[in-house]
């Protein structure tokens, strides 16, 4: 379950390990100065796979390039935290506000690092320049469980040779207006991730489907059909309401990080 498996990530960086933890070769973190507001990027190891319209696809193999991004978009992507909302105790500057951190960093040997390697260094290089400390609470919350519709999935198997997600639109999404979202690739547990992002509430997979699919979903929340409705006509899926696991990344304390 993935909530567990982010728990043991933290964990092992809350408790220590008696090996070193990973670390960039060269980084930088800069307060980001172009004006652009949205959190672009990402890391690119040699395992990675992206939507090749993403910025994190044109990104040097070994390396971390993210612009633009609050604290708390970083702590999201290292720590491969479920949604913003998943942070908790964060001060203004973190979560909100016009504070914006640019990372470039490169691995020792970028031929060789994975994603998961490079996710292990940015999360070391946070801690270090932000002088971040924090917790992890677990908690079972109200959310859904998705399941298989009475008639079964309406589902194709994947014919797509990268996993990725293209909602048509320039920037992000209203959530209440329409949406229409291509998904390449995506197992039944990408999908319940994304989901939980952009849903009514955190989703955990539970179809027991264990393929990789291409399919658009579509809906509008205020002139229907609502994203359940769509889900069960359009995927042959459905929301079952009960408490999930839920992992919050309650932080303790950050600094603005110093000159490089």
Not at 56 to 71: E, F, N, Q, S
């Amino acid at each position: 379950m993935k909530a567990l498996a982010i728990a043991g990530i933290f964990a092992s960086l809350i408790h220590g390990q008696a090996t070193t933890p990973l670390t960039f070769e060269v980084a930088s973190v800069k307060p980001s100065t172009s004006g652009f507001n949205g959190v672009r990027g990402g890391c690119r190891g040699i395992d990675s796979s992206h939507n090749p319209n993403s910025m994190a696809a044109t990104t040097p193999l070994g390396r971390c390039v993210i612009t633009d991004g609050r604290l708390s978009h970083l702590i999201a992507i290292a720590f491969e935290v479920a949604s913003i909302g998943s942070i908790k105790n964060a001060p203004d500057w973190v979560i909100g506000g016009d504070e914006r951190f640019t990372i470039e960093a490169k691995a020792e040997d970028p031929m060789k690092a994975t994603e998961q390697q490079l996710l292990q260094m940015l999360r070391a290089l946070l801690v270090e320049r932000f002088q971040l400390k924090f917790h992890i609470e677990n908690r079972d919350v109200p959310g859904f469980a998705l399941v298989v519709g009475r008639n079964g999935p309406k589902l194709q198997e994947a014919k797509a040779d990268e996993t990725g997600m293209d909602f048509g639109v320039a920037g992000k999404p209203s959530l209440n207006g329409p949406i229409s979202v291509n998904l390449r690739k995506y197992s039944m547990q990408t999908l319940a991730h994304m989901l939980s992002q952009i849903g009514p509430g955190p989703v955990i997979d539970k179809t027991e489907l264990k393929g990789s699919y291409d399919f658009k979903l579509s809906w509008d929340e205020t002139a229907g059909p609502s994203l359940s409705t769509a889900l069960q006509e359009q995927l042959g899926l459905r929301f079952e309401s009960q408490k999930v696991p839920v992992s919050y990344f309650v932080i303790e304390s950050a600094e603005r990080p110093q000159k490089n």
